[in-house]
């Protein structure tokens, strides 16, 4: 079965510095993967997708992921945050039968 | 463009009460599911829908059920309201369930007292 593990539930970063979420996933097969993003008391809006292709997928809002079959991890970055980055970020995998299977969500903080 | 949309925004409910969450998409979409949402616990599928007439259980389906009689509308319905059910919820539908990304409505808060 497939799932999904986001490594700590609270990252802090101050502003201009890079951002790094962590997501690893279980797969027997290529996943497609998601990072969604929530900012508060709204739903979720995708940031990127990885399907098949490029590696390294660039997304909105400055944020991009990469691919890493070898260590079946699909983190996202971004180069410099800012204020506005502040939200929950959730890394999704999809299954058979499009069933789509998320993390436990990273909430990200930015210290000015 | 409405996309996705939920009613109620916020709901209150007593212990054994019945009530519908609403969910209706206006994108012709295929696939249509339902996530609760506990801190720390990230989202947690309820039940999905493939299709009009076809709906089936996901990770957390007990004291919930759903029906899809239209390719619009995907309600869930909690059939006598638990404290435990106290949660955001999140409907979502997709074009199809392949590779394509999912579009969230805003949520349902619901607190069952």
């Known amino acids: 079965a497939q799932s999904v593990t986001q490594l700590g539930s609270h990252v802090s970063v101050s502003e201009g510095a890079l951002v790094l979420l962590r997501c690893n996933y279980s797969s027997s097969v290529p996943p497609y993967l998601f990072w969604y993003v929530q900012y508060p008391n709204q739903g979720l809006q995708l940031l990127l997708k990885y399907t098949t292709g490029a590696t390294l997928v660039k997304g909105i809002n400055g944020f991009e992921a990469e691919f890493k079959k070898s260590e079946t991890s699909f983190h996202l970055t971004k180069p410099s945050a800012h204020m506005s980055d502040a939200a929950e970020y959730f890394c999704a995998v999809k299954r058979e039968g499009g069933k789509l299977i998320f993390g436990q969500g990273t909430e990200l903080s930015v210290k000015p | 463009n409405a996309g996705v949309t939920q009613t109620p925004k916020f709901q209150v409910l007593k212990t054994g009460q019945s009530m519908t969450l609403q969910c209706a998409q206006d994108?012709?979409?295929?696939?249509m599911s339902w996530y609760r949402q506990d801190p720390g616990m990230g989202l947690r599928l309820i039940h999905y829908s493939v299709g009009a007439g076809i709906t089936d259980q996901g990770e957390v389906p007990n004291g919930y059920n759903v029906s899809r009689s239209t390719t619009e509308d995907f309600p869930l319905r909690l059939l006598s309201a638990a404290p435990s059910q106290t949660s955001v919820y999140f409907c979502?539908?997709?074009?199809?369930?392949?590779?394509?990304?999912?579009?969230f409505g805003q949520g349902t808060r619901l607190t069952v007292v």
């Open positions: 979502a539908s997709s074009p199809r369930p392949g590779n394509t990304e999912a579009f």
């Open positions: 994108m012709n979409h295929e696939y």
